[in-house]
């Protein structure tokens, strides 16, 4: 069965330094990674994905993730955090074949100190 | 920009009493879902639900949740007999079917949630 570990409770950051969000994963052959993000009283809103091809996919608002086959990382970045990326994020995996559930990590809160 | 869409925001129920969670899915999706995520641990997938079945389950999902899509907009699940530890914050989502195959590459798109607490 598939799952993802999120190591960290919470990120603390200082506005307009690199934030990294750390996700490893676990799955039988290719994976399917995704990236969440929860706002207060919202859904999970998607990120981005990787599916194939180039590891470092770029998606919403500025992030990118790096996919590591060898580590079986997925770890989420941004450049230059701000105030507004506070929120809970999280990472998912599926599995390429058969069903098609997502498995959540924990979710990493992330705070952007001003 | 469509959106999935839940309603109660917030129910709260007695115990062994049976709730009703509904839900919008996007218009032109096809494939639906529900998770659930139990205050401070991991959001959990219940069921997937495509073309008028349940596709996949998990072993959360036992004979007192059931899923339907009474009509064409409508994705709801029903708890019959609730007890405490269904006390979650449930979400709905739903994916798109793309033409010509690589549905399965597409992601989710989840609901605000429905925050259920059995007293």
């Known amino acids: 069965a598939q799952s993802v570990a999120q190591p960290e409770d919470q990120v603390n950051v200082a506005e307009g330094n690199p934030l990294t969000v750390k996700c490893t994963y676990s799955?039988?052959?290719?994976?399917?990674l995704f990236w969440y993000v929860q706002y207060p009283n919202r859904g999970l809103q998607f990120l981005l994905k990787?599916?194939?091809?180039?590891?470092l996919v770029k998606g919403s608002y500025g992030f990118e993730a790096e996919f590591n086959k060898s580590q079986t990382s997925f770890h989420l970045k941004k450049p230059s955090a701000l105030v507004s990326d506070s929120a809970l994020y999280f990472c998912a995996v599926r599995a390429p074949y058969g069903n098609n559930r997502l498995a959540f990590g924990k979710g990493n809160q992330v705070v952007v100190i001003p | 920009e469509p959106e999935v869409t839940q309603t109660p925001s917030h129910q709260v129920t007695q115990m062994g009493q049976e709730v009703i969670l509904r839900c919008v899915p996007i218009?032109?999706?096809?494939?639906f879902y529900w998770y659930r995520q139990i205050l401070g641990q991991k959001v959990e997938f219940l069921v997937s639900?495509?073309?008028?079945?349940?596709?996949?389950k998990s072993e959360i999902f036992d004979d007192q949740f059931s899923v339907e899509r009474p009509d064409g907009s409508n994705f709801t699940l029903k708890i019959r007999s609730t007890k405490l530890e269904d006390s979650a914050m449930y979400f709905c989502?739903?994916?798109?079917?793309?033409?010509?195959?690589?549905?399965?590459?597409?992601?989710?798109?989840f609901g605000p949630g429905t925050r259920l607490t059995v007293l």
């Open positions: 799955v039988s052959g290719n994976p399917y």
């Open positions: 218009s032109n999706h096809l494939y």
């Open positions: 990787y599916i194939t091809g180039d590891n």
């Open positions: 639900f495509y073309n008028n079945e349940i596709s996949e």
């Open positions: 989502a739903s994916r798109p079917r793309t033409s010509g195959g690589g549905s399965s590459y597409n992601e989710q798109f």
